[in-house]
């Protein structure tokens, strides 16, 4: 119950500073009513008026103690009500509230000058006592100074514990705005890494279907066994085909659990089956020392860098010779693909121009460098190196 009704008056800050000021007001005109001979208007008024200003306690604080200060001297100079009255402990509402909502470059020296109003004020009217030092007696300056330190104490350490609380809740919600971009980035990654890696598996597998259909048209008439070894081998390439690109959907489905591994250098050997399927004559190399400093996002671009490398040969050279070298170590991996030129009278196959482009990404992922162009012989020459020394988050060409 009390954390309840704590939460009600903190959403409402304007009741409360009412609640305060109105109600400590009524309570200290009502004190004074009491006393005997009785006050008169003016004075009861004077004495009740001092605790008003803290009806805008948050908004202008020092405009409330510099008027709670001022409204105390006049009264303590007047002397409206006989006999003794309490020093000038409601100023230390008003100490508070300027220390709670103001720095101490303000605060300070304004909680210097009410102090010092209040005590000239409190001599002048002859109320001023002068006991043993170190007395806490009502009037006194051990007793003023004692208590308008403490009053500013509390409120500056309230000013920064809310100081610090809105900092908090600051970083907190730039931390939630990073973690949202972040994620939205890290989405957008992943699905252009999916995109691109579909791409690779439809050109690769789409390409040699393309090529070994037109071998089996070409033998058809001629020699059906091999036309239809040929469509074998087209079928055995759609299948393929079709495993990689349901375990690249199921990705964005989040159903990886029943997907396949990513593919990585350990699965050349397939794409190489894949390149010599379609008539190829590939030789493989690779130059691998155990306990290669490679992770695994490099391990799968060098797998898709590879498997594009292929697909274009298969689909701009046709059957020809092809060296594959992948060499790897502590810096990283050097891929080199190079194949002879085109048989004469070769179609090759229209591509979506988006290979290389693509292969350029996934080096560059690795702060490492492409080279690609024709070889001496006529052929082409593709050169890869990826390095671990300083990758960037897009791993695997993401």
């Not at 304007?14 to 006393?35: E, I, S």
């Not at 720095?103 to 209040?118: N, R």
Request: charged content about 20%.
């Amino acid at each position: 119950m009390p954390q309840a009704a704590q939460r009600w008056f903190a959403a409402r800050p304007h009741l409360t500073d009412v609640a305060l000021g109105g109600g400590l007001t009524l309570f200290d005109m009502v004190t004074v009513l009491d006393r005997s001979p009785a006050p008169n208007g003016r004075g009861l008024a004077l004495w009740g008026a001092q605790t008003v200003p803290l009806l805008w306690r948050r908004t202008r604080p020092r405009t409330v103690l510099a008027a709670m200060t001022g409204l105390y001297v006049v009264f303590q100079v007047l002397g409206p009500i006989p006999g003794k009255i309490p020093g000038p402990f409601l100023l230390m509402l008003g100490v508070y509230a300027l220390a709670r909502y103001e720095p101490a470059a303000v605060s300070l020296p304004g909680t210097l000058l009410c102090l010092a109003s209040a005590m000239a004020a409190d001599a002048v009217g002859g109320h001023w006592q002068t006991p043993a030092l170190g007395s806490l007696e009502p009037i006194s300056a051990t007793t003023f100074v004692f208590f308008f330190a403490l009053a500013w104490t509390l409120g500056h350490g309230r000013r920064r514990i809310g100081a610090d609380a809105d900092r908090l809740r600051d970083l907190n919600q730039r931390l939630r705005a990073e973690q949202e971009i972040n994620a939205r980035q890290a989405a957008v990654a992943e699905r252009a890494r999916i995109a691109r890696d579909l791409h690779d598996v439809v050109a690769h597998h789409v390409s040699a279907i393309a090529v070994q259909a037109r071998a089996a048209q070409d033998v058809m008439d001629d020699d059906p066994p091999l036309a239809a070894e040929g469509v074998e081998l087209i079928a055995r390439t759609a299948d393929t085909a079709l495993v990689e690109m349901r375990r690249l959907l199921g990705l964005l489905s989040f159903r990886e659990r029943e997907l396949a591994p990513e593919p990585s250098l350990e699965h050349l050997d397939q794409l190489v089956e894949a390149a010599r399927s379609a008539g190829c004559r590939v030789a493989y190399v690779p130059e691998i020392r155990a306990g290669t400093g490679a992770s695994a996002g490099m391990r799968v671009s060098a797998y898709r860098i590879v498997q594009e490398a292929l697909t274009n040969v298969v689909r701009h050279a046709g059957p020809v010779d092809v060296l594959v070298t992948v060499r790897g170590g502590d810096a990283g991996l050097v891929i080199e693909v190079r194949n002879g030129p085109a048989a004469p009278g070769h179609r090759s196959v229209t591509g979506s121009g988006r290979g290389l482009i693509g292969m350029r990404e996934r080096v560059a992922a690795f702060d490492g460098a492409l080279t690609a162009g024709p070889g001496e012989d006529g052929g082409w020459r593709l050169r890869a190196v990826l390095s671990e020394k300083a990758p960037r988050s897009a791993e695997a060409g993401g």
